[in-house]
């Protein structure tokens, strides 16, 4: 497996490993689950603009997994703050038929380390309390839990005026 640097013949791929993989560990594919689709885009849309997103944001902090192959096996956006000295991992996915193999803690070390090249002092990464590889995998690192962060929601119809 080879770690390398995003290229935009890979954007399809990020695309379908992420519908493939993050409806349990989107705020959007939970409400979808249990509203139905909202108004004309699905959760899976929504969130492919997260990844279109996150590569004009800083395209150089995408990296890519790929096999011997050159088939895309995962992938990991990275964020800097030069001001506050924060680098943070907005999206971390690896396809179906990969996980399990090491290709999600490859990723952490290449962003980690591309973090300490850039002199960041802090690495951020967020995840709902429905991802439990997630959960697992993250405190394995080095991260620690910092704060929780609730999602209530309601149908506009249901409001109560107080």
């Known amino acids: 497996m080879n770690i390398r640097p995003f290229r935009e013949e890979d954007r399809q791929a990020l695309k379908q490993i992420t519908t493939a993989s993050f409806r349990a560990a989107s705020v959007h594919g939970i409400l979808e689950g249990m509203y139905g689709q909202l ?31 050159g088939t895309v096996l995962g ?6 703050d030069e001001e506050c000295g924060i680098g943070r991992i907005p999206n971390l996915a690896v396809a179906p038929e990969a996980q399990g193999k090491g290709v999600g803690k490859q990723l952490i070390n290449a962003a980690i380390e591309r973090f300490e090249r850039l002199g960041m002092d802090l690495i951020k990464i ?37």
């Open 126 to 162: 967020e995840t709902l309390a429905t991802n439990e590889v997630g959960q697992n995998l993250y405190p394995r690192f080095g991260f620690k839990e910092v704060v929780r962060q609730i999602h209530y929601i309601m149908r506009t119809e249901d409001a109560q005026r107080l």
């Open 39 to 69: 108004r004309e885009s699905s959760w899976a849309e929504r969130k492919c603009l997260e990844i279109d997103a996150d590569i004009a944001a800083e395209a150089e902090g995408v990296l890519v997994a790929e096999d011997e192959d």
């Open 75 to 80: 992938y990991i956006t990275t964020t800097t």
